[in-house]
């Protein structure tokens, strides 16, 4: 059963630092891993998608990798600023046998930049 | 392309009764996903469509839970005899087989119980 974790649960930072959210997963036959924003209140925005071959995927201020042998991936957000604030989720898609599965989601982790 | 759709925003409703919620996926999506959500949590799957055919339905979903998605487009969520337990964000998603699988999010109907 894919199992997906996110530490740290929440963080707080300063405006400016460079910082490094972390994603764990338990089955390596993944098809793809999917980074999300989500606003309170709000639904979820895509922000990154690598495909299981990828290494690493980058849009902007971004930067999301992905070793699946160690089951990981962390999204690197430069230079972070105060609308950065909101809460980030990773989520894997398992490969089936002539299939994909389902997106399971880790819990989550709430970003907050301070001015 | 205006994006998923989700209907209504918010919905106020006293135990025990029903609720229908329906999403509005990008037109050319052939899946269909609804996530339960509660405070603090990750989205927790419920069930997905493929076309019109429902392909799986997470243990989480009781008897009183029912999906549909009669033509393939629109889909409708159903909630019988609410309980308490069931205030949470319910999320609509949709993508397309045979690529990247993008999966696009709306923007949820929160259901409050009282």
């Known amino acids: 059963k894919q199992e997906v974790t996110q530490i740290p649960a929440a963080l707080s930072v300063p405006e400016g630092e460079n910082l490094v959210l972390n994603c764990s997963f338990t089955?390596?036959?993944?098809?793809?891993l999917q980074w999300f924003r989500q606003d309170p209140g709000k639904g979820l925005t895509s922000l990154l998608l690598?495909?299981?071959?990828?290494r690493e995927q980058t849009s902007g201020r971004l930067n999301a990798s992905l070793d699946k042998s160690s089951g990981r991936s962390t999204l690197y957000i430069a230079a972070s600023q105060p609308g950065d604030s909101a809460t980030y989720l990773c989520?894997?898609?398992?490969?089936?046998?002539?299939?994909?599965?389902?997106?399971?989601f880790g819990q989550g982790t709430t970003l907050q930049v301070k001015p | 392309d205006t994006g998923v759709s989700q209907n209504p925003r918010h919905k106020i409703t006293k135990r025990g009764q029903n609720v229908t919620f329906r999403c509005d996926p990008i037109?050319?999506?052939?899946?269909l996903y609804w996530y339960r959500q509660t405070l603090g949590q990750g989205p927790e799957f419920l069930t997905y469509?493929?076309?019109?055919?429902?392909?799986?339905k997470s243990r989480l979903l009781s008897d009183r839970f029912s999906a549909e998605r009669p033509k393939g487009s629109f889909s409708t969520l159903e909630i019988q005899r609410t309980e308490q337990g069931d205030s949470a964000m319910y999320l609509c998603?949709?993508?397309?087989?045979?690529?990247?699988?993008?999966?696009?999010f709306g923007s949820g109907t929160q259901l409050s119980v009282l």
């Open positions: 998603a949709s993508s397309l087989t045979g690529g990247y699988e993008k999966l696009f």
């Open positions: 089955d390596s036959a993944i098809y793809n």
């Open positions: 690598i495909q299981s071959s990828q």
């Open positions: 989520a894997v898609r398992r490969r089936l046998r002539g299939n994909t599965g389902k997106l399971i």
């Open positions: 037109s050319e999506h052939n899946r």
């Open positions: 469509f493929q076309n019109e055919a429902q392909l799986e």
